[in-house]
């Protein structure tokens, strides 16, 4: 699985919108970036996925360049609630049969302030 | 509630105490896997399981004792654990999906598991 590199801590004040850069050098053509968010205590969460150029949902925009050697996570309009840490995924770890081998790396812990 | 159901959320035990985490998931997913979560440490896979047979097991400790009965339950069985075994134990579940959709794990809430 390709190697991911983010920043460990970011913060922002509320009702900015949050951009967290994620490198990943060596993906493959097959591979899938994929981003989960994880609270406290809690298990991570499925955010966003893509391949190239950009994905929206009503939670997150994913913008990949052309090369896909990084990918950036947009949060629009961050709020008190988006604290938490975003781990960036590449590969698809498929290993047949539905069952995967992710590999999470220590992420990036957004701190969103009053 | 995310289909992933674990039980208990919270567990202190002795070191010579067996004690068992289960997982279940009301998905129809057909891989489920047991993961690890200590402090300031990224998530660590500890055993997979796809259509109940055991596909992997990451250098384990046999202390941690896995089973998986049917597609939709997962436990964790747990004897003469150690301090350092004190983590948030995660359950996740997944399915073969189309390729651009949503794929990967669905986890569950985990528990947090204290050895004193």
């Known amino acids: 699985l390709a190697k991911t590199t983010q920043p460990i801590s970011m913060d922002s004040y509320e009702g900015q919108e949050v951009n967290i850069t994620c490198s990943h050098n060596n993906i493959a053509t097959n591979d899938y970036i994929t981003w989960y968010q994880q609270f406290p205590s809690q298990g991570p969460r499925f955010i966003i996925q893509g391949y190239k150029t950009k994905v929206t949902n009503e939670v997150a925009s994913l913008f990949i360049p052309a090369d896909r050697k990084s990918s950036t996570l947009s949060l629009p309009r961050v709020s008190l609630s988006d604290t938490a840490v975003y781990y960036c995924l590449v590969g698809d770890g498929y290993s047949g049969a539905g069952s995967y081998q992710l590999t999470f790396g220590k992420g990036t812990k957004l701190s969103v302030i009053p | 509630e995310t289909g992933v159901t674990q039980t208990p959320r919270h567990l202190v035990m002795g070191m010579t105490n067996k004690k068992s985490l289960k997982c279940e998931q009301h998905?129809?997913?057909?891989?489920m896997y047991w993961y690890k979560q200590s402090a300031k440490k990224p998530l660590e896979l500890m055993f997979v399981y796809n259509f109940k047979e055991q596909t992997e097991n990451n250098s384990v400790p046999s202390r941690f004792s896995p089973e998986c009965p049917n597609s939709s339950h997962l436990f964790l069985h747990l004897h003469t654990l150690q301090p350092e075994d004190s983590a948030l134990y995660l359950c996740?579940?997944?399915?073969?999906?189309?390729?651009?959709?949503?794929?990967?794990?669905?986890f569950g809430s985990g528990t947090r598991l204290t050895v004193v």
């Open positions: 998905l129809g997913h057909n891989a």
């Open positions: 996740a579940s997944s399915q073969d999906p189309d390729r651009g959709t949503n794929y990967g794990y669905t």
